[in-house]
């Protein structure tokens, strides 16, 4: 379900009739009051005054154009303080929709959420990363289109946001991706990011699966209203999320929180990280006490057939199993020794814990906690928080909306589309999405008829 190509008279006709077009001398003007009351810092026409610095004149002309372009609405009214109850200045939050998903190892989560970064729907399935990136496209397409279908009005998209394993590099966090990333194996022979934009119309952003949850833990999760936490995800590789002072750090590259490369020692053995403590390590522990005999539970589902993943193994201790409850304990104590030593050079108000081991296994975030308490200083654990994610698969796709809609709303993005209603008439992407109309794509895999609903609730 392509979106046909919006010519500039649309923008036009966004102004109201009969207006004349404004002069570009005031965008930053318009580009400051939109901020202001998106992200909630002023509400009345009288504050849009104060905070703004701004003329009653100025803020009046400028709330109309904005109401014009369908990007404010002062339909309701506040609280009356002594006078009259002032008209409260809103964000039109549903002008627009942003396309979501997270690509993982094993699955596919796709949702779409309002401009303000609000989810509104969500859907999890099975899906094999290491299949051919064709096919990938092919069922985001079929996903998007389903999610699009769902939704009650219909109010195109304005954005596409995809959290992926992996570093992702940094650039200027206020444009969007041009070119696809080699994140993932294949990755650099197949442009993902044209596909999606010559079928969706819409500016594409990718980032780490470590960002965008950590994102989502920040703005809906255990992080509200924090203003420094550290995120850890602890699966086969080992990452971290830093926000500081409320902002979320990427570092030069794009590259900050890759812990699990950090040198450990475990029974005089050196190694990273991810290879001392990662579930591969428990998996391959796992394994090991099997085949010994040192675990009764795992050498009952080996000799029944059964393979030995680091999920059996979190199983195997959670009941009791002393060997397997040795692996866990072991892991938590390595990775706690890291996290120990960025609590004391981050001090942050909480740790946020995440990936299916660290959710489902009390042993693994015992042993944490007992790390990190022991190796930092009793300023930095004396109000220190350490606990699990509760938002599950869910922080992938808020924080994914978040990147979006934070990239959209970019004074130096929005100050090139404002004028024009909506981000897909910015000059720089009108450009690009005409190259990657023109761009030679590989042709779609074809699914069966029945498949793009499959699995959808």
């Not at 570093?167 to 080699?182: E, K, L, W």
């Amino acid at each position: 379900m392509p979106i046909d190509a919006t010519d500039t008279a649309e923008s036009s006709r966004s102004r109201g009739k009969g207006r004349p077009r404004i002069s570009e001398t005031a965008v930053p003007s318009l580009v400051q009051i939109l901020n202001l009351i998106r992200t909630g810092r002023a509400s009345t026409r009288q504050e849009l005054e104060q905070k703004g610095e701004l003329g009653r004149a100025v803020v009046a002309d400028r709330l109309q154009l904005l109401s014009d372009l369908g990007l404010v609405d002062e339909s309701e009214l506040g609280n009356a303080t002594g006078g009259r109850a002032p008209r409260l200045v809103q964000f039109s939050g549903r002008q627009g929709f942003i396309l979501l998903a997270t690509l993982d190892q094993t699955s596919i989560g796709v949702g779409v959420s309002d401009l303000t970064g609000k989810l509104l729907t969500q859907h999890h399935e099975a899906a094999d990363l290491t299949a051919p990136v064709a096919q990938l496209a092919d069922r985001l397409t079929s996903l998007f289109n389903w999610c699009l279908e769902r939704q009650a009005t219909p109010t195109a998209p304005w954005g596409i946001s995809l959290s992926v394993p992996g570093t992702v590099q940094a650039g200027r966090d206020d444009v969007f991706m041009t070119t696809t990333p080699t994140t993932l194996p294949a990755w650099e022979d197949f442009p993902l990011v044209e596909t999606l934009t010559r079928q969706f119309g819409v500016p594409v952003w990718i980032r780490s699966s470590v960002e965008t949850m950590t994102m989502g833990e920040l703005h809906a999760g255990a992080g509200l209203g924090r203003r420094s936490i550290l995120f850890v995800k602890a699966g086969r590789r080992i990452g971290a999320g830093i926000i500081c002072d409320g902002q979320f750090y990427r570092g030069a590259q794009g590259a900050a929180g890759l812990i699990g490369a950090l040198p450990v020692v475990s029974d005089g053995v050196t190694g990273t990280l991810d290879v001392m403590a990662g579930s591969d390590m428990i998996e391959r522990e796992g394994r090991n006490a099997a085949q010994s005999g040192r675990s009764p539970v795992l050498a009952d589902l080996l000799r029944r057939g059964s393979e030995i993943t680091a999920i059996e193994v979190s199983q195997a201790a959670q009941i009791g199993d002393p060997a397997a409850s040795a692996i866990l304990s072991k892991s938590g104590h390595l990775i706690g020794q890291v996290v120990a030593t960025l609590a004391n050079a981050l001090n942050p108000e909480i740790i946020v814990l995440s990936g299916t081991l660290t959710q489902t296994n009390d042993i693994l975030l015992a042993g944490i906690r007992e790390a990190v308490y022991g190796a930092s200083h009793p300023l930095v654990t004396r109000d220190l928080q350490i606990i699990c994610s509760q938002m599950g698969s869910s922080a992938g796709l808020v924080g994914a909306a978040r990147v979006a809609s934070e990239a959209l709303f970019a004074p130096a993005f929005l100050k090139d589309w404002i004028l024009h209603g909506k981000p897909t008439l910015h000059p720089d992407f009108v450009n690009f999405r005409a190259r990657a109309n023109k761009a030679e794509l590989p042709p779609p895999t074809h699914l069966p008829p029945s498949d793009p609903g499959r699995n959808a609730p």
